[in-house]
């Protein structure tokens, strides 16, 4: 008898361990905002694979780059007082027409649509740059883009990573690419401050995410003035410190954007 009442004893403690291991793992799945129900349910069936909201995400932040990048580098070239800044320049102008055609292309594909102007962080940093003359220009150039990029390099990975979706993961390649090389040319100039550009990457926090999560339908405008952060909010007082402000005015006009992003209807069969 006391042998059965052991035997019982220790089923039931086995049993009870189980159950206490398996509830976290059943309370996790099912959990809102957890795992791979949740990615499912956000992403967005294409015939490329499923575009995730972080992939959208992304596509807007490789647009808005080329938006504000592209002028810099134009104007980097004009008024950098180096060789190695007016290269960088030439590098950002190179890259970001390039890589701002593959994006307008895999909007096209997906029927997303692009911001078509820079959001106000980007367009407070072309107003710093505007402003400053001399050797404080290429400071400032140097360290706004290589502080800008080194933010973007690391989403770059993680849609990489991540996305199951053919375009964007083409799309990350070639971004990867030019962010690497953009990196290398701005650390080329010798005026990059390091502890600044660390200390700022530490403590600022990543940018929320503002853009649609649907596809345009072919009766809606091409383009739209919701625009969402390229690269993150800076904090800290050292003297590459990024400004935030809002209230600034649209880039020069000296400086063009890339060609604005519009779709055009498709015929039945391409739909």
Request: charged content about 20%; glycine content about 8%.
């Amino acid at each position: 008898m006391r042998s059965l009442t052991g035997t019982g004893l220790v089923v039931a403690a086995l049993a009870a361990t189980v159950a206490a291991l398996l509830f976290p793992v059943w309370s996790y799945r099912d959990r809102v905002g957890t795992g791979a129900v949740d990615l499912t349910a956000r992403s967005m069936a294409t015939r490329y694979g499923p575009l995730s909201p972080l992939d959208r995400d992304f596509i807007d932040r490789v647009r808005l780059a080329g938006l504000w990048e592209l002028p810099a580098g134009q104007q980097a070239q004009e008024r950098g007082t180096t060789a190695a800044v007016r290269r960088a320049g030439e590098h950002l102008v190179t890259g970001h027409t390039t890589l701002d055609n593959h994006v307008r292309q895999v909007a096209d594909q997906l029927g997303l649509d692009l911001p078509n102007q820079p959001n106000a962080q980007q367009r407070g940093w072309l107003t710093r740059l505007g402003a400053a003359r001399g050797g404080a220009y290429d400071r400032a150039f140097a360290n706004i883009l290589r502080l800008a990029h080194g933010k973007v390099f690391t989403v770059v990975a993680q849609v990489r990573a991540t996305s199951r979706n053919a375009l964007v993961r083409s799309l990350a390649d070639d971004a990867n690419a030019t962010v690497l090389d953009h990196i290398g040319v701005l650390e080329d100039t010798g005026l990059v401050d390091f502890d600044a550009i660390a200390e700022q990457t530490l403590t600022s926090a990543p940018p929320p995410t503002t853009r649609p999560t649907r596809a345009r339908t072919p009766s809606e405008p091409t383009t739209s003035g919701t625009t969402s952060p390229s690269a993150p909010t800076t904090s800290g007082t050292t003297s590459h410190t990024v400004p935030t402000t809002s209230d600034t005015p649209s880039p020069s006009a000296t400086y063009s954007l890339p060609p604005a992003a519009t779709r055009p209807e498709r015929s039945p069969e391409e739909k």
